[in-house]
């Protein structure tokens, strides 16, 4: 079946650090990528997506590249800030599976410091 | 103007009780979700309806009953509550069921069974 795992937290960063969540997974098929964030109290917000090997999702200066060789889709940020403080979810979809369903990682929580 | 909205945010009840969690997605989108959340932030999908017709359905316990009055609502009722239904239950919509069609998800309902 599908997988997907990316690195335990709490990762706790100083402001302007350089971030990187890893994340590998499992598919049986040829699977679309996401990272999704989780704000305190709040639903999860998608990040940035790929749905193709070398594509790279950006956005918000996150950015995550489709290594299909590696079965790889880590998370970077070259610079974090306070407000970047959350739980980043990896997830992939797979094209054959009925419907649209998300398998997710663990989640990493992230804490950046002033 | 919440894209998807789920009430109630918190609900707190006994063993035994029959509850029920309301979700409304104003998007437009045609097709909906329940995920649950547990205590360790683990996210795992329940249902998905298309349409108002159930495409995925995983190993749950039959006392948990989607409802899809229309596609732009999908309500969760849950029967003869237990301890390990506790959770966080999160209600989230696609525009498409294909695989690279980001999901949107409402706030939550953290349900506390006592």
């Known amino acids: 079946g599908n997988s997907v795992t990316q690195m335990e937290g709490p990762v706790t960063l100083s402001e302007e650090a350089f971030l990187t969540i890893n994340c590998t997974y499992t598919?049986?098929?040829?699977?679309?990528l996401f990272w999704y964030v989780q704000y305190p109290g709040e639903g999860l917000q998608l990040l940035l997506k790929?749905?193709?090997?070398?594509d790279k999702g950006s956005n918000k200066g996150f950015e995550a590249t489709y290594r299909k060789e590696t079965t790889s889709f880590h998370l970077e940020k070259g610079s974090v800030q306070v407000s970047d403080s959350a739980v980043y979810f990896c997830a992939l979809s797979d094209r054959a599976a009925a419907g649209n369903k998300l398998t997710f990682g663990g989640g990493t929580r992230v804490l950046v410091k002033p | 103007d919440t894209a998807v909205s789920q009430t109630p945010k918190y609900l707190v009840t006994q063993m035994g009780n029959d509850k029920s969690i309301k979700c409304e997605q104003n998007l437009g989108h045609d097709t909906m979700y329940w995920y649950k959340q547990d205590s360790k932030k683990f996210l795992k999908i329940m249902f998905s309806y298309n349409n108002k017709e159930l495409i995925i359905n995983e190993t749950v316990p039959n006392r948990f009953s989607p409802k899809s009055p229309d596609k732009a609502h999908l309500n969760l009722h849950i029967n003869s509550l237990e301890l390990g239904d506790s959770a966080v239950y999160f209600c989230?919509?696609?525009?498409?069921?294909?695989?690279?069609?980001?999901?949107?998800f409402g706030n939550g309902t953290r349900l506390t069974v006592t």
């Open positions: 790929a749905t193709k090997a070398d």
């Open positions: 598919a049986t098929g040829y699977p679309s």
């Open positions: 989230a919509s696609s525009q498409e069921r294909l695989s690279n069609s980001p999901l949107h």
